[in-house]
């Protein structure tokens, strides 16, 4: 049948190429259709509990993304007239960015005095033309001593602020946050440059959101064009072919041009982590063209006629590229365990990508080689010999490289239990991006800047304003606000707390919970009565009085840290505040915090199912369950020295390296299934013993396995490149599992077949 194939594909290669081409065309027509959304509640599913307690929370007290304009003079602090009036001006016109809910500043922050036992309640900073020395000590003071502040917009120190655009962003309209940062980043800029002695930084998480797509659209842009290149001159340089290079190029451009315009007709909108699939596509399809066309040269080499050069590098080729393929495939489709859609569709886009241009390596190159007259090359003439020294020296040697490779990979692999299951959002992005300046500013020099927040829920109507209540959130405020990582606590209770005491002559003994129901509604009616419609109270207390919500402010850390910490506060609510509902702590810091650990765990779980599927898929196609069997170990060999270095070196999986297991489990298995579908030919259809046999095997698939894993570690090397986290870390963690593929294929699993395969050896 595969005769026929061929036979086929080789007489209507015009055909056959055109055919594949426009199809591949017309697939990749729909990538016109394809969307891309920055939000960064796409990366958690539906059903996913921390999101769901996220998105009550925003239900209750408004959505949290925000943009945030960090102010740091170049010298001096901001209690100064100039940086004043820029705070304020800066206040006054981010109103009128795009989708605007709310604006917080020093500027607008709402003070209260008591005048003849009335409050009243204005801007801190008014009437900005008539700042005078005297009035900023003044507006210092009360900054600096009012607990809503101090700590989250403005430090002791007075040496940076802050101003806090919240926006209500429709969940329809995935531009909307483009368009609010562009604005933002024009009005940062005209301030700026009006105001060149203060530092103006823009950060927030709607801003990280954008930045995220901006950093993968960068990557596309640069990283892709440098894998061609890298690709290219790889396949050249080892190659020797100009034409096969160009052949290999043209195929893998189809296949991943193809496979983006596949998804563009279903109308899906991407995350940002669909940017890896050009360069992962383009990555892995190189490897089976690679194995064809190495096979046609020899055959044209040993003094065949090109078609049946042809005809034979698909007979030896068309079995092991369809395993190594389908086992990929089962590889990356685990990604579906995923508790996050964008890897799902990660997995899914790659699938596809792998299945694509598995036909075309099939069809476009076999009738690309037909058709043009691609001649032998030189490639593999010198890497016989070397295969061949190789190849002996491996056999003289198999005893003490099983031993020393066995050490090797449990010394290694025992840095798996230093890996710690972390995840840092913050460090997505390095400091060529502005939004982890931003970051870090914030960090240094006014707070923390993540965020967990509670919902505690009194269970009535108007049930915020009993002072038990009020008692048990003051009393979990000042026991969060002694824990280390803590750089500031804000509730209902400090406003209370800090209007009782304006409203009895400032007294310091009257800084505390009102003793009754009746004064603290009384505190808050009065407080909110003198409130602009704008600045009201709904970010903190919901539309029935019956919850509020406390905000603490965590300096940067890990997402180990953030679930320790939010352990520790439940404990201490249920031992001293049982009566009172609290939620989960919550915000998008907590939910990323959750999902590493949901997502590892069902990784494993998807992992261990496509290892098995992969092992039957060898026992059948290998038809041998000894050496199905065998294969497992280089094949896990691999991901367990990769985590094992990774324990040792970093340390930290997060989200991205997590993934790597799924990504690289079908890869790795390529360059086992071409060695041994070569040995077992070797001993079957040869006659050939077990040294022979692997002579055979060295001899006819180990330069190809080398070009391909130089392609493949070069390709995704490139990846390491980005400054954005995700992708270096994945490029870096699979580059490096790849080398130890080919180091476990070449210097491992010789050796086990020596012992494993021996009963056999002696028969034979």
């Not at 003094?303 to 590229?321: K, W």
């Not at 959002?425 to 300046?437: A, L, M, N, T």
């Not at 800047?449 to 919902?455: D, G």
């Amino acid at each position: 049948m595969l005769r026929r194939y061929s036979d086929w594909v080789i007489g209507h290669h015009k055909t056959v190429v055109v055919a594949a081409m426009a199809i591949c065309m017309l697939l990749a027509y729909g990538a016109r259709n394809l969307g891309i959304t920055n939000d960064f509640r796409v990366y958690f599913s539906a059903d996913n509990p921390q999101l769901a307690a996220f998105e009550d929370l925003e239900d209750r007290f408004g959505r949290t993304d925000v943009i945030y304009f960090y102010i740091e003079p170049v010298a001096g602090d901001v209690f100064t007239v100039p940086v004043l009036r820029l705070i304020h001006e800066l206040t006054e016109v981010a109103w009128d960015l795009p989708y605007v809910r709310r604006v917080d500043s020093l500027s607008n922050y709402q003070h209260t005095e008591a005048r003849a036992d009335v409050l009243h309640t204005e801007s801190l900073v008014t009437d900005v033309e008539q700042l005078t020395t005297a009035r900023v000590a003044e507006i210092r003071a009360l900054a600096l001593a009012e607990p809503l502040l101090a700590g989250r917009l403005v430090p002791s120190s007075g040496r940076a602020t802050g101003v806090v655009v919240q926006l209500d962003l429709p969940a329809a309209q995935v531009h909307a946050p483009d368009e609010a940062v562009a604005a933002a980043r024009v009005l940062q800029s005209r301030i700026a440059q009006q105001n060149p002695e203060v530092h103006i930084l823009l950060g927030g998480g709607a801003t990280a959101g954008v930045t995220l797509g901006e950093a993968v659209g960068q990557d596309l842009r640069t990283l892709v064009a440098l894998s061609y290149l890298i690709i290219a001159g790889g396949l050249l340089l080892l190659l020797r072919s100009v034409r096969g290079m160009l052949a290999i190029i043209l195929v893998i451009s189809v296949a991943t041009i193809a496979t983006m315009g596949f998804f563009g007709w279903w109308g899906l909108v991407l995350t940002p982590v669909a940017g890896w699939v050009p360069s992962i596509v383009m990555t892995i399809a190189v490897a089976d063209c690679v194995h064809i066309l190495i096979s046609y040269f020899h055959g044209l080499r040993l003094g065949q006629e090109r078609r049946d050069a042809v005809r034979e590098s698909l007979r030896i080729n068309a079995n092991p590229v369809f395993i190594t393929s389908l086992t990929t495939i089962i590889g990356v489709l685990c990604l579906n365990f995923s508790d996050s859609p964008p890897y799902r569709m990660l997995g899914n886009m790659v699938a596809v990508g792998v299945f694509i241009a598995y036909c075309l390596s099939l069809t476009l190159l076999p009738a690309m080689l037909a058709w043009f007259n691609i001649g032998s090359s030189h490639a593999g003439k010198g890497a016989s010999s070397t295969m061949d020294r190789l190849a002996n020296w491996i056999i003289q040697h198999n005893r003490k490289l099983l031993l020393i490779m066995g050490v090797v990979v449990i010394a290694l692999a025992s840095g798996i239990p230093r890996n710690v299951l972390s995840e840092r959002w913050h460090d997505y992005f390095d400091g060529s991006f502005e939004v982890r300046r931003a970051t870090d500013a914030v960090e240094h020099n006014i707070g923390g800047v993540q965020t967990m927040r509670y919902v505690f829920d009194s269970g009535a109507a108007d049930g915020i304003y009993d002072p038990e209540f009020l008692r048990a959130l003051d009393d979990f405020s000042r026991w969060l606000r002694q824990q280390p990582d803590v750089a500031h606590v804000g509730s209902i209770v400090d406003l209370l707390k800090r209007l009782n005491q304006t409203l009895h002559n400032d007294s310091l003994e009257w800084y505390r919970v009102p003793d009754n129901r009746a004064l603290a509604f009384q505190l808050y009616f009065l407080y909110e009565l003198g409130l602009p419609p704008e600045l009201s109270l709904e970010n903190m207390v919901d539309s029935g009085h019956g919850a509020t919500q406390l905000s603490a402010s965590i300096k940067i850390t890990d997402s180990e840290r953030l679930l320790e910490l939010d352990a520790l506060a439940h404990d201490w609510l249920r031992a001293h505040a049982p009566t009172i509902k609290v939620g989960e702590g919550t915000g998008m810091d907590m939910v990323f915090a959750h999902i590493n650990h949901r997502n590892i765990h069902s990784l494993v779980q998807g992992s261990l199912l496509a290892l098995l599927l992969i092992s039957l898929v060898l026992m059948v196609a290998l038809r041998s369950v000894r050496l199905g069997l065998v294969s497992l170990i280089p094949n896990l060999a691999p991901a367990a020295l990769t985590y094992g270095t990774w324990g040792y070196v970093n340390g930290r999986v997060d989200l991205s390296a997590s993934v790597v297991l799924c990504m690289s489990l079908g890869i790795v298995v390529d360059d086992t299934v071409h060695f041994l579908s070569k040995y077992i030919r070797a001993r079957r259809e040869r006659g050939l013993d077990l040294v022979d046999g692997m002579r055979y095997a060295f001899q006819t698939v180990g330069t190809a396995l080398t070009i391909t894993t130089v392609v493949l570690v070069a390709g995704f090397l490139v990846l390491a490149a980005s400054h954005f986290g995700p992708t270096w870390v994945t490029g870096l963690l699979l580059s490096v599992t790849l080398a130890y593929a080919w180091i476990a294929d070449f210097f491992f699993l010789p050796p086990l077949l020596f012992v494993l395969d021996r009963k056999i050896y002696k028969k034979s």
